[in-house]
Each structure stands twice: as structure tokens, then as C-alpha cells.
């Protein structure tokens, strides 16, 4: 593969072996970085082959941990595998999350339910920003910054979504987080940014979630995994210096509507 944007960067993405975090890792790696998937399974769950398959078939550099996002030991792992690849990590990418049946009103919420969400979705990710600033703390700096944070969010963090009580106070928590990191590690070069996807197509949708979001956004069409993923490309690279401590919007506009 020629040199691109993130070439020899050691990158680590959680929840990537599917959906937004599959399409990253891709895009990553394809613009020249070593990328550690991190995920409880190697397949995607919208089928296909794996994303260290793919990465490796087109002639990028990555690997598959196996880890679980809630816990520490399993987030340690990652980081210290990227550093043993590559000397350093670059780039955390903290993008795992369980929602699906656990994602529901407050009065059908059951504590088990919120506690799921949470462990992966707010718990985990600050335990991976944890683990990731404790490493960049030590590195010298490049372009400017020891590392950089990206930190999946949500529109649904920034407004309350009807019946989704747990992954709305998650993404919320999430992008307060973004903001706390990047006051407190700037000074150090430590670069913390928020992603926030509005509706994008990863699997298949029941048409009354299509029409809502349809009439939700005002851009033409619904989002793709590959529109997450060139906006995640630029709070990775180098080109992304000044920009610290904002929950860029990725959403054809939902919010603006």
C-alpha cells in the first residue's frame, strides 16, 4: 500500500470487528496505519468476512484482540499490544457499545438493563481513556500531540431520544467526558475529540426507525459506515491539531433541524 494519512500511526479501535468500528479499522488501515481490533468476536455481526481478513487482503497491517470493553485487564491488553507493535499508541478509538434490547423507556428499564449499557457504553469508555492517556502521557509528541482520543458519541447525548433512556444518558456522559479530557491533557499534547453519528445504515431497520429518521435529516439520504469513518480519518491524522474537545456532528444535519 503507498503512504497515506495515518501511515505507521498505531491505532486502537474498540468494538471493530462491525459496523462503524469495522469501517474505521478499514479506512484506517488503508491509509497506511496498524490497527488493533479490539471486539468479543472476530466476525461481524452483519455478516462477511472478518476486518483483520479484509485489512490483511488489501495489504494493511492489523490485528484481532479479543477483549471486552467493560473490562480493565481486556482494555490493558489492547493498549499494550499496539505498543508492542508500533512502540507507541497514537490513536485510541473508543467505540464499542451494547444497546439493542437493553435500550428501552425508563419505566421498562430494569436495572440489569441500564447496568449493560453503561458498563460498555460510559464505564468502558472511561476506563479505555484512562488506560490510552496513561500511555500517551509518556510518549514524545508528533505533530504537536502525544495521542489522540476519539470518542464514539451520539445526537441522541445532546437530545433525549423517545424510549432510550440508558443510551441516551450513556452518550451524554460520553461527550462530557470528551470535554473533561480535553481541558485536563491538552496542556500535555493529549487530544480528545467526540464523533457523533447521526442515523447510519449498518444493519436492517424496521420501516417505521427508516421514516423517523428519513424525516429527521435533512440531507437527501441516511448515513453510511463510511461517512463515520472519513471524519473519524481526520480527528485521527495529523491535520488534526487545533481541534480539541469537540463532539463533531456527523449527521446530515438532524441537529441542525
Partial sequence: MSAGRLQDKSIVITGAASGLGRAMALTFAAEGADVVVGDVRPDPREGGDP?????ERA???????????????????????????????????????????????????????????MDVGLRGVFLCCKRAVQQMLGQEPVAEARGRVINISSQHGMVG??????????????????????????PQGVIVNGLAPGKILVRQDSEEVLAYSHARTPFSRLGRPTDV????LFLAS?????????????DGGWMAY
Fill in 51 to 55: 476486518t483483520v481478513d479484509l485489512i
Fill in 238 to 250: 495529523d491535520e488534526c491539531t487545533y481541534v480539541s474537545g469537540i463532539n463533531l456532528l456527523v
Fill in 229 to 232: 469513518a472519513a471524519a473519524a
Fill in 161 to 186: 431520544s423517545p424510549g432510550h433512556v440508558a443510551y441516551c444518558t450513556a452518550k451524554g456522559g460520553v461527550i462530557n467526558l470528551t470535554h473533561q479530557l480535553a481541558v485536563d491533557f491538552g
Fill in 59 to 117: 495489504g494493511g497491517s492489523g490485528v484481532f484482540v479479543e477483549a471486552d470493553a467493560s473490562r480493565w485487564d481486556d482494555i490493558d491488553r489492547l493498549v499494550t499490544t499496539a505498543v508492542e507493535r508500533r512502540g507507541r499508541l497514537d490513536v485510541m478509538v473508543n467505540n464499542a457499545i451494547i444497546a439493542g434490547r437493553h435500550s428501552k423507556g425508563l419505566l421498562e428499564t430494569e436495572p440489569e438493563d441500564w447496568d449493560a449499557i
